[in-house]
C-alpha cells in the first residue's frame, strides 16, 4: 500500500484561508483551549521513549479476547443499540439512523504493517461486517482514529463524513466526493435529519498523521437524536471544556470516554482514569462507556488497566458505567438496568 497516499493531505489554499480566520488557529495550527504541552513538565522525548522500552507486564494479552458477533445489518429498525469493537471504534443505531466512529479495521493502527497490531480476539469486525451507515463520523486524523484502508473500504456504504476542519482534506484525497464532506469547527452545530442535530465541542488533544502536527481540528460530539442526547468523546486530556459541554448541551444519556493509551508523562492529552469520573459528572452524563483500550498497545500499561481502574472509581463515586464485551449489544434504551460484568478479569 502506498504511504505517501495513506499520509493524506495538507489542507489546500481555500481551507488555510478560511482557518486563518478562527480564533482556535493560529500560525499555520489549531489550539488547544488551554496551553497543551505534549509531555508533562521536564520530561523529554527522549526520555519518554527510553521509558517505553522498559519492559512492562500484560501490555498485551496473553490469550484472545473475547469478542460477540453481532449481525449489524439484520438488527431490528427499531432497535437502539450502541456496538464497540475495541479502542475507539464502535457503531450506534438510533432512531432508525446508523452511525458508525473511527473505525480502524485493517488490523493495525500504524502505516507500517506489522506494528502495533491488533489483539487476538480483538479483530474480528471488518468492513464487509457494516451495514450501510447514514454517518461516518471522524474524531480527528491520528492513525488509529483514520484509518486509511478502512474508510476506503468503506466508501460506497457511507452516506455523509462528518468531521473536523482540514480533515476531509483527506477523503477528497482519497478520492471522495466533497458533496459528502461535513467539516466543521468546535461550537457549531448542524442538522443532519429530522430530529437529529450534531455539534462539534473541543477536545483537548492534538492532529498529524506524521510529523506535521495540527493542521487539521481535533473534536468531540453532542449527537442530539429524537429520543437520546449523548456525548461522543474523542481523544482528551481532562479541561474546562468538559464542564462547559455539560452547562451548554447536559444532561447525556451516555457519554463516550477515550480512556487508554495513558501515561503520568503525558497527562495533558490523554485522561488518567481518575480524571474520567471527573469529567463524566462535569459533562452531567447519567451512564458512560470507557472506550480507547483493550485493542492496541500504545502506553506502558497493562493492557486492562483502563478498564480495571476507571470501573473502580466509578463504583466508588457510584457512577453508573457501561462495560460490554467487543461485538455485545448495549441497548441504549436500557441503560440503567443492565448489569455488566467485569469481562478482562477472566483474560488476566
Not at 455539560?246 to 490523554?270: R, S, T
Request: charge should be negative; glycine fraction near 8%; proline fraction near 6%.
Amino acid at each position: 500500500m502506498n504511504l505517501v497516499k495513506q499520509l493524506g493531505q495538507f489542507p489546500d489554499e481555500k481551507r488555510k484561508e478560511y482557518f486563518s480566520t478562527l480564533s482556535n488557529y493560529n500560525n499555520g495550527k489549531f489550539q488547544n483551549i488551554l496551553i497543551t504541552p505534549a509531555l508533562l513538565e521536564g520530561e523529554s522525548m527522549t526520555k519518554a521513549l527510553l521509558g517505553s522500552l522498559c519492559k512492562i507486564e500484560n501490555t498485551s494479552p496473553g490469550t484472545a479476547l473475547p469478542f460477540v458477533v453481532t449481525d449489524l445489518k439484520n438488527l431490528q429498525p427499531d432497535e437502539n443499540v450502541l456496538v464497540w469493537f475495541g479502542h475507539s471504534s464502535y457503531f450506534i443505531q438510533i432512531d432508525g439512523k446508523k452511525f458508525l466512529i473511527d473505525p480502524v479495521f485493517s488490523g493495525n493502527a500504524s502505516p507500517m504493517p506489522g506494528s502495533i497490531k491488533a489483539f487476538p480476539g480483538a479483530d474480528y469486525y471488518k468492513p464487509e461486517h457494516m451495514p450501510d451507515i447514514d454517518f461516518l463520523i471522524i474524531s480527528h486524523d491520528h492513525w488509529d482514529h483514520l484509518d486509511y484502508k478502512t474508510v476506503q473500504a468503506l466508501k460506497n456504504k457511507a452516506g455523509k463524513v462528518i468531521c473536523g476542519l482540514g480533515t476531509g482534506q483527506h477523503f477528497e484525497y482519497w478520492g471522495w466526493s466533497p458533496e459528502k464532506i461535513v467539516e466543521k469547527n468546535w461550537w457549531e452545530s448542524m442538522d443532519i435529519a429530522e430530529g437529529f442535530r450534531i455539534t462539534l465541542t473541543p477536545a483537548r488533544h492534538f492532529s498529524g498523521r506524521l510529523l506535521n502536527r495540527n493542521i487539521s481540528l481535533w473534536t468531540s460530539f453532542v449527537l442530539k437524536t429524537p429520543t437520546k442526547n449523548l456525548f461522543l468523546g474523542g481523544d482528551s486530556g481532562y479541561g474546562s471544556h468538559f464542564t462547559e459541554i455539560g452547562e451548554k448541551y447536559g444532561p447525556f444519556d451516555l457519554a463516550v470516554m477515550e480512556c487508554g493509551q495513558y501515561n503520568e508523562k503525558w497527562p495533558y492529552i490523554h485522561s488518567l482514569p481518575e480524571q474520567i469520573i471527573t469529567e463524566v459528572k462535569e459533562l452531567n452524563a447519567k451512564n458512560f462507556i470507557p472506550v480507547h483500550n483493550s485493542k492496541f498497545k500504545l502506553a506502558q500499561h497493562a493492557w486492562y488497566e483502563p478498564l480495571e481502574q476507571v470501573s473502580k472509581y466509578a463504583q466508588e463515586h457510584q457512577q453508573p458505567i457501561t462495560l460490554p464485551v467487543m461485538g455485545e449489544k448495549v441497548n441504549l434504551d436500557k441503560l440503567d438496568t443492565t448489569d455488566w460484568k467485569n469481562w478482562w478479569e477472566d483474560y488476566i
